[in-house]
């Protein structure tokens, strides 16, 4: 007798999909969330302050993406263990994930607050922009801590198809962080410095409790909340070719910054409030992406190969919609989009251009996080390692010819520091964007990734 699970139909399919992805899109949206409410306050204290943030921010998320495989690969281990009828298995990898994000956290804020003023000096940044970017960083550094906690913890709820936990915690995050930067911004006058620490202790809260929650369901189910050296080892191994490829992305994004700031700090202050919409619409598309790692996991781990090609199927169609959609309404509003974060009337014009001409990578970016999902889901992260060691020597050499001809001698100017922002997010769309939707389509197109060790 055949006993292998049915074959999901599109409806319930789709109402899968939504169970798991609008929980996870509130969770999603609340780190841009919390770097968007830095932004709106920020800029309305003074661009040199915007492109302080700005500096600070992009150190603080290339570090912070370098260990998105705690969530990443903790969704993907704890749904394929599960889909096996192994709780036990799969709460054990979310508790080896939660210690080695605790190591990992300490470890790197201890190196960012030694080390924020060589690592700011890198970007070549401003005499006027910088005590601004060494304040945000020194006192947003320990964050980290709790934002490693959280990427661990919701990881291992997510495996758990338990969406709606990591949503009412990001909600009254997001909150709280907002209410804390007002009284310590506005309050009691500490500027940049009180958006800083608004932050990190919204971040720490965050961690602890999503932490606290994964150690209830660890004791339910009798798993020890001692170290497991062993495990904490093989989330390590694990985790190491996602965070090749985040490093290799987080590298061209880097790049970005620092192209910008030759140009000036007007075109890397409209660069932050392009990147911040940027950050808030993608990761929202990213929902569909969580989705796909918990639903792909599962179908994996009960070996029902037919179920996964109908969600590579009906996910990308929903990607690129859902990007659609993005897009047409980040260009509709881009005249008005930049007035949340600045009233400067040259930033506003820079900004409003930058979001013009990232609007139509939308839909692409939609198709792009959708196949990462899938792949995430499926444990082929060996491959996603290669591919975005692939994407970043097509950008790399795209920025520093545009560099070489452009911007290094140019003539620092409003007219030039706009040309510059419109042409790095050109250039960003084609190669990035482009070149990560080649790799994965191709990657999609064949089965392999549907037969990797499940362990």
């Given at each position: ?105 300490v470890i790197t804020t201890s190196f960012l ?71 310590l911004i506005f309050g009691f006058n500490l ?265």
């Amino acid at each position: 007798m055949n006993t292998s699970p049915k074959p999901k139909t599109p409806h319930n399919l789709n109402q899968q999909i939504l169970t798991l992805a609008l929980p996870a899109l509130g969770t999603l949206i609340v780190q841009p969330l919390l770097t968007t409410v830095d932004t709106a306050m920020v800029g309305h204290l003074g661009t040199s302050e915007l492109a302080g943030l700005a500096i600070s921010s992009t150190i603080l998320i290339t570090t912070f993406g370098l260990f998105v495989f705690l969530a990443y690969s903790t969704t993907s281990l704890t749904a394929k263990h599960f889909g096996a009828g192994n709780q036990k298995a799969g709460l054990q990898a979310g508790l080896d994930a939660l210690w080695l994000a605790l190591f990992c956290g300490v470890i790197t804020t201890s190196f960012l607050l030694y080390y924020s003023p060589t690592l700011i000096g890198l970007f070549g940044t401003s005499a006027d922009t910088l005590p601004h970017a060494n304040a945000y960083l020194y006192f947003a550094a320990p964050g980290l801590i709790g934002m490693l906690l959280s990427l661990a913890a919701t990881g291992t709820l997510r495996g758990l198809l338990d969406t709606r936990t990591p949503l009412v915690v990001a909600t009254v995050g997001a909150a709280v962080n907002a209410l804390l930067n007002a009284i310590l911004i506005f309050g009691f006058n500490l500027g940049i410095t009180g958006s800083a620490l608004g932050t990190a202790l919204a971040e720490l809260g965050m961690g602890g409790f999503l932490t606290y929650r994964v150690l209830k369901a660890c004791k339910t189910h009798q798993v020890h909340a001692l170290p497991n050296f062993q495990g904490i080892f093989k989330a390590t191994l694990t985790g190491a070719p996602l965070m090749f490829r985040t490093l290799s992305m987080r590298v061209c994004l880097l790049f970005t910054v620092v192209t910008l700031t030759q140009a000036g700090d007007l075109s890397v202050a409209g660069n932050q409030i392009v990147a911040t919409i940027w950050g808030f619409a993608i990761f929202s598309l990213d929902a569909l992406a969580i989705a796909a790692q918990a639903l792909i996991g599962r179908s994996l781990g009960a070996k029902n190969s037919r179920q996964a090609q109908e969600l590579l199927r009906t996910l990308s169609r929903w990607g690129i919609i859902a990007g659609t959609l993005l897009g047409i309404f980040v260009a509709a509003t881009s005249p008005l989009l930049p007035y949340l974060f600045t009233s400067d009337p040259a930033l506003t014009k820079i900004a409003t251009l930058g979001l013009l001409y990232s609007a139509p990578f939308y839909p692409l970016a939609g198709y792009v996080f959708v196949l990462d999902g899938i792949l995430i889901g499926a444990g082929d992260n060996l491959y996603l390692a290669f591919a975005a060691t692939f994407v970043m020597a097509l950008f790399l050499p795209a920025l520093w010819v545009y560099y070489a001809l452009t911007l290094k001698d140019a003539v620092i100017s409003l007219s030039s520091q706009s040309d510059a922002l419109a042409s790095i997010w050109l250039l960003f769309g084609i190669f990035f964007i482009g070149g990560r939707a080649l790799t994965l389509y191709w990657r999609t197109r064949q089965t392999t990734w549907q037969h990797l060790n499940l362990s």
